[in-house]
């Protein structure tokens, strides 16, 4: 399990598609998942300190788990398959580990929730994992972006990430470019 922390969450103004950009804590490798926009919202109201007046799905979860004496432990991305990703959220329960099976976006809303660690399976970002070069700069804080088109036009040593990463996406097939449901 490798360790890894919310970076970024990601708008595109085209097509309006969220991803929110995972970091791995001891390196510049990123894992982006593609999300859906309650969720994206869930997340960045959760990363902003925002409370709502009435409990989200989210925060109905965390209060659940808790009345029954549970405790979420970590969050784990777990596996990925079809450019499908998979998540459990592992709970101690009065002596002994559940895990539940969840979609990304909902355990990385209730991570950021409940401030637990978020981990990723080293085969997960072996697979899926993207590497920034050292003169790209991404940010240490969680950011909330909308992604538009640039002013200038860009040199293709900037847009080599972007460009590596759009290639690993299926474009003919946007149901396999996000997660489980």
């Known amino acids: 399990m490798i360790r890894v922390v919310v970076d970024s969450i990601r708008v595109s103004l085209l097509t309006q598609h969220r991803v929110?950009?995972?970091?791995?804590?001891?390196?510049?490798?990123?894992?982006?998942?593609?999300?859906?926009?309650?969720?994206?919202?869930?997340?960045?109201?959760?990363?902003q300190g925002h409370e709502p007046p009435r409990p989200l799905t989210h925060d109905l979860l965390k209060s659940t788990v808790q009345e029954m004496g549970g405790q979420i432990?970590?969050?784990?991305v777990n596996d990925i398959q079809e450019s499908t990703y998979y998540a459990r959220i592992v709970v101690d329960q009065q002596g002994r580990t559940v895990e539940i099976d969840a979609r990304p976006s909902d355990a990385i809303a209730l991570?950021?929730?409940?401030?637990?660690?978020?981990?990723?399976?080293?085969?997960?970002?072996?697979?899926?994992?993207?590497?920034?070069?050292d003169d790209e700069q991404m940010t240490q804080e969680p950011q909330i972006t909308q992604e538009s088109e640039p002013e200038n036009e860009p040199?293709?040593?900037?847009?080599?990430?972007?460009?590596?990463?759009?290639?690993?996406?299926?474009?003919?097939?946007?149901?396999?470019?996000?997660?489980?449901?």
């Open 20 to 47: 929110v950009v995972l970091r791995e804590t001891d390196s510049r490798r990123y894992l982006p998942i593609w999300i859906g926009p309650f969720e994206a919202d869930a997340i960045a109201m959760a990363i």
């Open 73 to 76: 432990s970590h969050i784990l």
């Open 111 to 133: 991570a950021v929730r409940t401030d637990v660690s978020i981990f990723v399976a080293a085969h997960v970002l072996d697979q899926a994992g993207v590497f920034f070069d």
């Open 155 to 181: 040199s293709d040593d900037s847009m080599s990430i972007f460009r590596n990463f759009i290639n690993t996406l299926d474009l003919d097939d946007p149901a396999k470019g996000g997660e489980a449901s």
